[in-house]
């Protein structure tokens, strides 16, 4: 392994820890950290366990590159360095969206729509991105596809970032619906993703 091979190995278990961290922040709120789903919950729980399972994938081969041929419909026998150091970058740009958007996401998270009382997060990161968690993905996912290039990964990876855009979709009405003019306001001047 060269300094590129732990630098990917380093990126990407920042994504996969923080998620742990914000899983652990889940489990302690128990039921309440338990929404509705956007769209129909078999594509909401699909979509979000075969992203994580792509990334997770990813670090494990950057730890062990002998089992890299082991992931079907590779495209390329073997990642040119060039191509790793570019999976590199992009990896910067995601763990700088991603982490502080769970961060700042915290205790309160939900998975799908709260219940209860809640406040709309326009500070921070969310006012350079509406969806920046899920905006990182499309760093993540492009990553993903440069060090492992895959015909089988990157049609998970499009599935994941198409069942992604509809759960936005499906927040943004109801962001409309429990906020009226100061989401509208909010959404008028944050894009969606960048």
Do not use: C
Not at 21 to 43: C, D, S
Not at 61 to 77: A, G, H, K, M, Y
Not at 177 to 184: C, I, P, Q, V
Request: net charge positive; aromatic share 16%.
């Amino acid at each position: 392994m060269n300094w590129i091979d732990y630098s990917l190995a380093f990126l990407i278990s920042l994504p996969i820890l923080a998620t742990f961290v914000l899983g652990a922040f889940l489990m302690r709120n128990g039921k309440h950290a338990m929404g509705k789903p956007t769209i129909l919950p078999v594509f909401f729980y699909t979509g979000k366990f075969l992203l994580f399972f792509v990334w997770a994938l990813f670090a494990m081969i950057t730890l062990f590159p002998e089992f890299r041929n082991d992931v079907p419909l590779l495209i390329q026998d073997q990642t040119p360095e060039v191509q790793k150091l570019l999976a590199a970058v992009f990896l910067i740009p995601a763990n700088l969206i991603l982490v502080p958007a769970y961060l700042s996401m915290g205790i309160v998270t939900h998975i799908g729509l709260p219940s209860g009382k809640h406040e709309l997060r326009t500070g921070g990161i969310y006012s350079i991105s509406r969806n920046p968690m899920y905006a990182s993905f499309i760093f993540l996912n492009t990553a993903t596809f440069l060090y492992l290039p895959s015909i089988l990964l990157l049609v998970v990876m499009i599935y994941g970032m198409v069942v992604h855009h509809f759960v936005i979709l499906g927040e943004e009405k109801y962001l409309e619906s429990e906020f009226g003019e100061e989401y509208r306001k909010y959404k008028a001047k944050v894009s969606r993703y960048f």
